[in-house]
């Protein structure tokens, strides 16, 4: 009998989340991250990420004896992989998918898994990867001579899909997709995550499921591109982009996305490269896409620039630094990037506000002086809003007077 229900591989923000939920839903769970230090936070009953509530329901899920965490897996009915999937550079491409965690996970499990057992990537991954994890793990069992046959292990690919600052609520109430190797295996997860899943759970097969995700978030990036690209024009032609968007979305078929300094974080970012990679050839509007977005932090640094040349000794607040509004994350954030060139090409004195963190990311540390909104905007000459975070309504309006503002979040209009 194994000793768990489910054991999920990655406790970072899709696998810490989720290990949880199936824990307070009565689940025995294992959670395996390979840095001791997560291991013991979450044993502890805390957690290592920042997201609303999660402390509260990873207290909950520890406190009930239904969740431990472990460097090391062990046997369970079901496995959950949900590891990263970076970049990493290849000969012609610089933004090849780099599958050696999944790969790495899902070996870790050979020396555990038993005939019947459940193998679950939810990892955003490339087309193919479900499948390729059952090569590597029949490769596995071969190697360590277990006398265990892949062709009794099922494989399915149920892409995670919480927007992070949201991630609970959406983990329960989201539609999931269930993409097995075979009908088999999607249905076996179908009922797993009927146990705390409150939306509609659509089966197909893995190569349908990954590339739906990567569909969903290329989706998002190519819409937001349109807008930044409308913004650009927009400032070109002297129009409020603002309200442009917002007369144009009265039409009932158009539902135009904002325009901002640029897309950041680790999923819209990166998953349109993904598609990119299979069909280079195929793949012109996307990649365009993501050279449109990852054109407008530039943009906006050439913007500031140009306003701050008509001042001796500029002194240019940064307003927001996370890659979005009310979070701390500044991973792949595009207002780092922005504050970082700043820095680096001597602009100015740069002063960095960022309320939802008590330090300034590495890149930015002997830089850049970390202040609050109210300190940073009654001392600049320039005020540059990057997040529109909530936190920053509070400023007051009447300081703003006299100052060279570039919103790129159409924050103040
Ligand atoms: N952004 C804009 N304009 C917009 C919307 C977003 O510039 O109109 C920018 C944000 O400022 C941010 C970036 O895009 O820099 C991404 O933010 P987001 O809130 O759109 O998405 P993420 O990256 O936090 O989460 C996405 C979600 N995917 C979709 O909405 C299709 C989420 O549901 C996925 O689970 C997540 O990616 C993921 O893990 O893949």
Not at 307 to 328: N, S, T, Y
Not at 343 to 371: F, T, Y
């Amino acid at each position: 009998m194994p000793s768990y229900d489910i054991c999920v591989l990655g406790l970072g923000y899709i696998g810490l989340p989720t290990s949880s939920i199936f824990a307070t839903r009565g689940k025995k769970v294992l959670g395996v991250d390979v840095v001791p230090s997560v291991v013991e936070t979450i044993n502890a009953g805390r957690i290592h990420i920042e997201e609303p509530d999660l402390d509260v329901l990873v207290r909950a899920a520890v406190q009930s004896g239904n969740l431990r965490a472990a460097t090391a897996p062990s046997s369970a009915d079901t496995f959950i992989i949900a590891v990263p999937t970076p970049f990493k550079a290849v000969a012609d491409n610089p933004r090849a998918p780099d599958l050696a965690y999944v790969e790495s996970a899902t070996r870790s499990v050979a020396s555990v898994v038993e005939p019947g057992n459940l193998v679950i990537l939810e990892s955003t991954s490339p087309v193919g990867t479900t499948e390729l994890m059952r090569e590597w793990l029949a490769d596995e069992l071969k190697k360590i001579g277990r006398d265990v046959a892949v062709d009794t292990l099922l494989f399915a690919h149920c892409p995670e899909r919480i927007l992070p600052g949201q991630m609970l609520k959406e983990l329960v109430s989201n539609d999931r997709i269930a993409g097995g190797l075979t009908p088999e295996a999607s249905q076996r997860a179908r009922d797993l995550y009927r146990c705390f899943c409150t939306g509609e759970i659509v089966l197909t097969d893995a190569r349908t499921a990954e590339m739906a995700k990567l569909t969903e978030n290329s989706f998002r990036d190519v819409n937001i591109a349109f807008a930044n690209e409308l913004s650009i024009i927009c400032e070109k032609l002297n129009i409020d982009v603002w309200e442009l968007i917002s007369l144009a979305n009265r039409h009932p078929r158009v539902k135009i996305l904002q325009p901002g300094p640029g897309v950041g974080g680790h999923c819209i970012a990166v998953d349109p490269w993904f598609i990119v990679a299979a069909a280079p050839q195929e793949t012109r509007l996307i990649r365009t896409a993501r050279e449109v977005n990852d054109g407008k932090p530039h943009h906006v640094i050439a913007k500031v620039k140009a306003r701050a040349d008509r001042f001796k000794a500029p002194v240019i607040a940064c307003l927001g630094l996370a890659f979005k509004p009310d979070i701390d994350d500044m991973r792949e954030s595009p207002a780092v990037e922005i504050v970082e060139h700043l820095a680096h090409d001597k602009v100015g004195r740069i002063l960095a506000v960022e309320p939802h963190v008590r330090a300034l990311p590495k890149s930015l540390q002997g830089k850049v002086e970390l202040c609050s909104a109210q300190d940073a905007v009654s001392r600049a000459d320039i005020v540059v809003l990057l997040v529109n975070h909530r936190a920053f309504s509070a400023i007051d309006r009447t300081l703003l007077r006299d100052k060279v503002i570039i919103d790129t979040r159409g924050f103040w209009r």
